[in-house]
């Protein structure tokens, strides 16, 4: 289960790294991190319901989230509905494939895949299904 995204590729692969490190109270997790861009540069081989995609990055997230240099991550609504499902073989908002449907089944080569789960590392079994549950949660805010 997740409230906002669930994160493959080479963010949750940073995500585990980070967390690595911060147990092993490194202080240069980031940067080191930020080396793993570096040294494996290619796609990682997806499959997305039954099609394969090449991405560097799967983003799967609870409703619309706009993505741009300057707002990645924002959201309008949080009651939209869809899940959406974003990929990118580059890094950069622009490259970012968009879909949206109320199901989604993400697929790789190996039988566990690393994932971050609203930015929490976990490892997930393969093939991974995304539902949504509209309404679902109830947020309660302040009287105005």
């Known amino acids: 289960m997740f409230l906002n995204n669930v994160s493959l590729g080479v963010y949750a692969r940073l995500v585990h790294r980070r967390e690595r490190h911060r147990r ?28 394969p995609v090449a991405a560097r990055v ?5 409703n619309h989230y ?12 949080l009651d939209e509905g869809p899940l959406y499902l974003y990929a990118a073989e580059g890094l950069f908002p622009g490259s970012w494939q968009e879909r949206s449907a109320e199901r989604f089944e993400i697929d790789t080569r190996r039988h566990r895949v690393q994932a971050a789960i609203d930015g929490e590392p976990e490892q997930l079994e393969t093939p991974l299904e ?6 679902a949660l109830r947020v309660l805010l302040p009287g105005s």
């Not at 092993?24 to 290619?42: I, M, N, Q, V, Y």
């Open 24 to 51: 092993r109270r490194d202080a240069l997790a980031r940067l080191r991190a930020s080396g793993l861009l570096l040294r494996r540069p290619g796609p990682t081989g997806f499959t997305i319901d039954g099609d």
């Open 66 to 77: 706009s993505l741009d240099l300057f707002s990645v991550g924002e959201r309008e609504r």
């Open 130 to 135: 995304f539902t949504i549950d509209p309404l």
């Open 58 to 62: 799967v983003l799967v997230a609870n």
